[in-house]
């Protein structure tokens, strides 16, 4: 597969997602590759299948924001065809710096859910709580002992 930012990518190095909704905005795009050019970097893309131009910065939330926390509904599982919980893990978008925003954002009230799995995600909206689409992630990552 030939992507615009990494050129010819083997299929086996980008964990392949299904996103029958599509994410915010975007509802017609919804296979995408989750490609990790730099493993010792904590920011990842989420490819657009159906277009080289379309990708998104991602990160792990929980890097910057360790006890970042969201609810899962057992409908949540059931459109990412989830058993459990163990195969699941959550993505962040991340809004570059721009005139508006000079300082790099993630935003953690639209995480993606992912189940490793079989693949299938979906685009969570957390209505309720203390998280919001411009999140700073200005704060160096919180790194496991």
């Known amino acids: 597969m030939d992507i615009s930012r990494f050129g010819a990518i083997e299929s086996d190095e980008a964990l392949q997602i299904y996103m029958p909704a599509g994410l915010l905005g975007f509802p017609t795009s919804t296979q995408f590759h989750l490609v990790d050019p730099d493993h010792a970097c904590p920011l990842k893309w989420l490819q657009a299948q159906d277009s080289s131009q379309l990708a998104f910065v991602i990160t792990d939330p929980y890097i910057f924001l ?80």
């Open 66 to 145: 360790a006890d970042y926390h969201v609810e899962l509904t057992q409908l949540d599982l059931m459109e990412v065809q989830a058993d459990s919980p163990a195969t699941l893990f959550l993505v962040a978008i991340v809004t570059l710096p721009r005139e508006t925003t000079p300082y790099p954002t993630m935003n953690l009230q639209g995480p993606i859910l992912v189940n490793r799995a079989n693949g299938w995600a979906k685009q969570l909206v957390l209505v309720h709580g203390p998280y919001h689409t411009q999140h700073p992630l200005l704060v160096a990552p919180q790194v496991s002992p």
